[in-house]
Nanobody
Framework: QVQLVESGGGLVQAGGSLRLSCAAS????????VGWFRQAPGNEREFVAV????????YYGDPVKGRFTISRDNAKNTVFLQMNSLKPEDTAVYYC?????????????????WGQGTQVTVSS
C-alpha cells in the first residue's frame, strides 16, 4: 500500500516556475513507477510526465516537453516536478500517481495509487 501527498502548488504569473513534490509512504516506493497527471475544469485527466523506478527513464506529454522536468529521490520517497516557463494553459489540479510495476505507462487507468492533488494556477 502506498499513500501519496502532493505539495508545492500555487498561483504564479506566466513565465514563472513552480516545483511540485509528491511524498510517498511505504518502504517499497523505490520499486514503483510514478507519474504526474493534471486535470483542468471540464477537461479529461491528462498525462504530464512519468519516471521509472530507478529514475533513469523519463517521458513527457507534448505540451510540457522542454519546460517540465520530473525527478525522484528514492532515499526520501519523493518525486518532484519542476515546472518552468509556465503558461496559463498549464492551470489545473496536478496529481501524482504510482503503480506497482517497473513498466513505464502513460495511461492514468493503469495507476493504482493517487494523491489528493494540488492546484496550480498560472495568470496571464
Amino acid at each position: 500500500q502506498v499513500q501519496l501527498v502532493e505539495s508545492g502548488g500555487g498561483l504564479v504569473q506566466a513565465g514563472g516556475s513552480l516545483r511540485l513534490s509528491c511524498a510517498a509512504s511505504g518502504r517499497t516506493f523505490s520499486l514503483y513507477t510514478v507519474g504526474w497527471f493534471r486535470q483542468a475544469p471540464g477537461n479529461e485527466r491528462e498525462f504530464v510526465a512519468v519516471i521509472s523506478w530507478s529514475g533513469h527513464s523519463t517521458y513527457y506529454g507534448d505540451p510540457v516537453k522542454g519546460r517540465f522536468t520530473i525527478s525522484r529521490d528514492n532515499a526520501k520517497n519523493t518525486v518532484f516536478l519542476q515546472m518552468n516557463s509556465l503558461k496559463p494553459e498549464d492551470t489545473a489540479v496536478y496529481y501524482c500517481a504510482a503503480r506497482g510495476s517497473r513498466q513505464i505507462d502513460m495511461s492514468s487507468t493503469d495507476y493504482n495509487y493517487w494523491g489528493q492533488g494540488t492546484q496550480v494556477t498560472v495568470s496571464s
